[in-house]
């Protein structure tokens, strides 16, 4: 199954991860700053409010998930491979506080399968880097924009090169790797890489980049910044230049397009066999590959920020996704559990 197209449907859900990171990044940064008047700096005081209220936000149906499946799962549950649901839930006996100061992507450290509940990995991962979003801000209100655009691009690169060294220098591949009659797989690079926030960080940090440009040049256009500052603006004169040129647009769709296709499709042949790539070709495709396919989709993403791409602004532009974002998280967190005691409670007919 593995060599079928199909089976790229199995790694788009990988792909989506780094798009909501870019995504986290985007909305946080702008829900950060966009009421900060012009010219005044975030203060600490906001910023630790901003934390502690993504904080307790997450935390009480991360934890309801937690103790249900700890404390009543075993109760509701029974039959001739309940046994495995019993394997799975274990960890949380003793390391449920790892959850509940959002560490459970980092500790224990072994394995996937030691860590409580690791598919709640997204959850620390993203607090984690709400932890980072007020110093990058301050840097970026504190430093001339030419110092704060050289850190963040050396932060960037930075993180790949890091990235690129690190899967190199393992053994655990880019992606599920499949032992060799192809039925079971390990989950070394999920512990590894990918539930890190290192990881995503230059997704994220590209969501926070785009939303601090587009903070200042919405700005611009509603009049808060005198008009000889906004038309040396860079931001201001890319953003304009984007909306209002429509070959350029449509060129920089297809180059976006194009992107995103050779970075989500070339993974099939890693699919298909996971030793056919040399360890640089993957550590190149690992550390280079997730950022650049959101570099793709934020390009859709900003046009319809800038009221542009008219079908990305009427499919998310509507309130229902405000009730969706709920729903999700809360499916996100609880359907594993759900679907472990469902399946394990089966019985053999």
């Known amino acids: ?33 966009h ?5 005044e700096k975030m203060k600490f005081v906001d910023a630790l409010k901003f934390v502690v209220k993504r904080i307790i936000k997450l935390a009480p149906f991360n934890l309801f998930v937690v103790g249900f499946g700890t ?9 001739p491979f309940w046994d495995m649901y019993s394997k799975t839930m274990k960890p949380c006996e003793t390391l449920w506080w790892t959850n509940l100061f959002f ?26 880097l709400t932890l980072i979003l007020p110093i990058l801000i301050a840097l970026f209100e504190n430093l001339p924009r030419t110092v704060s655009t050289v850190i963040f691009a050396v932060l960037g690169a930075g993180t790949i090169v890091v990235n690129f060294v690190l899967i190199n220098g393992g053994d655990f591949g880019i992606f ?3 032992d060799n009659d192809g039925t079971h797989f390990n989950t070394q690079f999920l512990n590894e890489m990918f539930m890190k926030p290192f990881f995503h960080f230059v997704p994220y940090l590209w969501g926070v980049c785009l939303c601090l440009a587009y903070v200042r040049y919405a700005r611009e256009k509603s009049g808060l910044i005198p008009a000889d500052v906004a038309n040396n603006s860079l931001s201001s004169r890319l953003f304009a230049f984007f909306k209002a040129n429509n070959v350029a647009r449509y060129v920089l769709y297809a180059v ?5 296709s050779l970075t989500y499709c070339s993974l099939h042949a890693y699919l298909k066999d996971n030793t056919a790539w040399s360890k640089t070709t993957q550590a190149a495709y690992g550390s280079m590959a997730y950022p650049g396919f959101v570099l793709g989709v934020s390009v859709f993403v900003m046009s319809g ?4 791409a008219e079908f990305i602004r009427f499919f998310f532009g509507g309130d229902a996704w405000i009730l969706f974002k709920n729903i999700g998280f809360g499916l996100y967190l609880f359907s594993p ?4 005691i469902y399946f394990q409670s089966m019985s053999i007919s």
């Open 1 to 33: 199954m593995r060599g079928d197209v199909i089976f790229l449907t199995i790694a788009g859900a990988f792909m989506m991860a780094p798009v909501g990171f870019f995504v986290m990044g985007f909305v946080s940064t702008f829900s950060l700053t």
């Open 35 to 39: 009421n900060t008047p012009e010219g």
């Open 71 to 79: 404390c009543i799962g075993p109760i509701i549950g029974a039959g």
């Open 103 to 128: 560490v459970n992507n980092f500790y224990p450290a072994g394995s996937f399968e030691e860590k409580c509940m690791g598919w709640t990995w997204f959850v620390p991962c993203y607090v984690q």
């Open 176 to 178: 599920l790797t499949f």
């Open 256 to 260: 976006a397009f194009t992107i995103t």
């Open 305 to 308: 920020v800038l009221g542009r």
């Open 337 to 340: 559990v759900y679907a472990l």
